[in-house]
């Protein structure tokens, strides 16, 4: 079925760059989108980008185009979240996710845990 | 933009009763609508695709309804473990994928 693991907690100030990872393992790291998802404190869910590591095609939310970065490394089965100038508010939990096909319009069944994001000002 | 607006915010149920938690799309998302669930410190669980399909491991008292704008999520004979915030979110209108603001579970 497949597995995502995310790289550990971080702790930055504002205006620090990060990099966060997502490992694939366990299928075709490849052929299957990935997503990523910030949950704010207390908050819900909110979709931030997805991107194809086959071909890196990246397709982002509005609300988060020119503020992060996808990307993905196709040899090592990673994908990645940058920020290049954190922010306060970029304090949140953050996962990756895959969908149950390779099909961009279909649920997502393996999720990392999430990684921890914290900017203090 | 694709909004979904669940209901109720908070619901309160005792156990072994039944939950039946609403969403609603802003336009038609016809049946690419998906049910979440997420416990404290966990990453959400995928319930429901395809707007009534269990994901695998996922027991029988959970059951999804619905197509175009209007989802419904019912979880019959609650059990403690199903306390918990629920998460539905529409896949067929990209960018984004849209979640609706969840729906918490709460013993009664």
């Known amino acids: 079925e497949g597995q995502l693991v995310q790289s550990g907690a971080e702790v930055k100030k504002a205006g620090e760059s990060l990099k966060i990872s997502c490992k694939g393992s366990g299928y075709s790291f490849s052929t299957y989108w990935i997503g990523w998802v910030r949950q704010m404190p207390g908050k819900g869910l909110e979709w931030m980008g997805i991107?194809?590591?086959?071909?890196?095609?990246?397709r982002y939310s509005p609300s988060f185009q020119d503020q992060v970065t996808i990307s993905a490394d196709k040899s090592i089965n990673t994908a990645y979240l940058q920020w290049s100038s954190l922010k306060a508010s970029d304090t949140a939990m953050y996962y990756c996710a895959r969908p149950s096909s390779a099909s961009l319009r279909d649920a997502f069944d393996v999720w990392g845990q999430g990684t921890v994001v914290t900017v203090s000002s | 933009e694709t909004v979904m607006t669940q209901s109720p915010a908070t619901l309160s149920v005792s156990p072994g009763e039944t939950a039946t938690l609403s969403c609603r799309a802003s336009q038609s998302v016809r049946s690419t609508l998906a049910w979440y669930q997420q416990k404290p410190g966990q990453a959400p669980r995928l319930l429901i695709y395809g707007a009534s399909y269990r994901a695998t491991g996922v027991p029988a008292r959970f059951s999804g309804s619905g197509s175009g704008t209007e989802f419904t999520l019912t979880i019959s004979s609650l059990q403690s473990e199903d306390f918990a915030v629920y998460y539905c979110?529409?896949?067929?209108?990209?960018?984004?994928?849209?979640f609706g603001q969840g729906t918490k579970l709460e013993i009664k």
């Open positions: 979110q529409q896949y067929y209108d990209w960018p984004p994928y849209t």
């Open positions: 991107i194809f590591p086959g071909d890196s095609d990246t």
